[in-house]
């Protein structure tokens, strides 16, 4: 599988290390991650990186998630991009919102390696 | 120190609560056994550590930690998580995946997410009755030395497991609209 570079956007280190760790178990080839607990920290990092996958969840207190999906579109380093959001948030409404705001992808939590894998990999062989 | 549990305002759109509209006697069946649920599926996917029942209703004890989080919309209320310091710690490192001792902030952290998620997961469950119900952002207090009390005429639900034989329980207090 290819190598991958992702970011993963959460206000919760703890989250950014379940997920970093459920990729890796669902058998992505990850050669680097890089991390934001927000969305700012997040465009910083993309103004000057270029990541294969981003996953971010959408409710914290520092620019949420979809507001970041929006910035992102501007961003030269994340065109192309794909982003996934990773949210309690899941009813049909904020996930309508999340895809209409550009997000190729929505993952619910809590969620197991297997639906990682089912959710991103149609999206890194740019199935969906 | 007194804890009030308020969360009245209405939600988007100025929906108000509906709880008011709820047979009380099913509806608090019903998310009993939602919360129960939800708290069961992030514990096994998150935790990787199953909930068991208790052998017999468990009061609640004190507990040295509490993470709340809010709902605002269809129903309005807040969702509690405690535990005692051993088990917050030790859930802390499950979801590190570290069985080095986790930090005081890490287990703030972790507390925070799991009442995020569980909150989350009830709401999926009962999602034909809070399709319009926003979650706050998380917040955990330490410390034993509070009371929470419930405001009036609400509904509250209160739901105790074993955590690898520690009690862990959930207190959705709801606001009755």
Request: hydrophobic content about 45%.
């Given at each position: 599988?290819?190598?991958?570079?992702?970011?993963?956007?959460?206000?919760?280190?703890?989250?950014?290390?379940?997920?970093?760790?459920?990729?890796?178990?669902?058998?992505?080839?990850?050669?680097?991650?890089?991390?934001?607990?927000?969305?700012?920290?997040?465009?910083?990092?993309?103004?000057?990186?270029?990541?294969?996958?981003?996953?971010?969840?959408?409710?914290?207190?520092?620019?949420?998630?979809?507001?970041?999906?929006?910035?992102?579109?501007?961003?030269?380093?994340?065109?192309?991009?794909?982003?996934?959001?990773?949210?309690?948030?899941?009813?049909?409404?904020?996930?309508?919102?999340?895809?209409?705001?550009?997000?190729?992808?929505?993952?619910?939590?809590?969620?197991?390696?297997?639906?990682?894998?089912?959710?991103?990999?149609?999206?890194?062989?740019?199935?969906? | 120190?007194?804890?009030?549990?308020s969360a009245k305002s209405s939600g988007p759109?100025g929906n108000a609560c509906?709880?008011?509209?709820?047979?009380?006697?099913?509806?608090?069946?019903?998310?009993?056994?939602?919360?129960?649920?939800?708290?069961?599926?992030?514990?096994?996917?998150?935790?990787?550590?199953?909930?068991?029942?208790?052998?017999?209703?468990?009061?609640?004890?004190?507990?040295?930690?509490?993470?709340?989080?809010g709902l605002a919309g269809?129903l309005c209320g807040v969702?509690?998580?405690?535990?005692?310091?051993?088990?917050?710690?030790?859930?802390?490192?499950?979801?590190?995946?570290?069985?080095?001792?986790?930090?005081?902030?890490?287990?703030?952290?972790?507390?925070?997410?799991?009442?995020?998620?569980?909150?989350?997961?009830?709401?999926?469950?009962?999602?034909?009755?809070?399709?319009?119900?926003m979650?706050s952002?998380?917040?955990?207090?330490?410390?034993?030395?509070?009371?929470?009390?419930?405001?009036?005429?609400?509904?509250?639900?209160?739901?105790?497991?074993?955590?690898?034989?520690?009690?862990?329980?959930?207190?959705?207090?709801?606001h009755?609209g």
């Open positions: 599988m290819k190598e991958l570079r992702i970011l993963i956007v959460d206000d919760s280190s703890v989250m950014r290390k379940i997920v970093d760790r459920s990729l890796r178990q669902a058998g992505l080839n990850i050669t680097e991650v890089f991390e934001a607990s927000n969305g700012v920290e997040a465009l910083a990092r993309m103004q000057q990186t270029r990541v294969d996958l981003i996953l971010s969840d959408i409710n914290r207190p520092t620019m949420d998630g979809l507001e970041l999906v929006k910035q992102l579109q501007a961003v030269e380093n994340a065109k192309g991009v794909p982003i996934v959001m990773v949210t309690t948030e899941a009813g049909e409404a904020h996930v309508v919102r999340a895809l209409s705001s550009g997000a190729r992808g929505y993952i619910r939590k809590p969620f197991s390696p297997d639906q990682i894998k089912e959710r991103i990999i149609p999206l890194l062989q740019g199935k969906k | 120190m007194q804890l009030i549990i759109g509906k709880l008011a509209e709820l047979p009380r006697v099913e509806t608090g069946q019903r998310f009993t056994e939602a919360l129960g649920h939800a708290a069961a599926e992030v514990f096994e996917m998150m935790v990787g550590t199953p909930l068991s029942l208790l052998d017999q209703d468990t009061p609640p004890g004190f507990a040295d930690y509490t993470a709340m989080i269809d969702l509690s998580f405690r535990c005692g310091n051993p088990t917050a710690a030790r859930i802390a490192g499950l979801m590190l995946g570290s069985t080095e001792a986790a930090s005081a902030e890490s287990i703030r952290d972790a507390l925070g997410e799991i009442c995020n998620m569980v909150a989350g997961s009830f709401k999926a469950q009962i999602s034909d009755i809070a399709a319009q119900c979650l952002v998380p917040m955990v207090v330490s410390g034993k030395d509070y009371e929470m009390y419930p405001l009036a005429d609400g509904l509250r639900i209160q739901v105790s497991r074993s955590f690898e034989g520690a009690l862990v329980w959930m207190t959705l207090d709801l009755g």
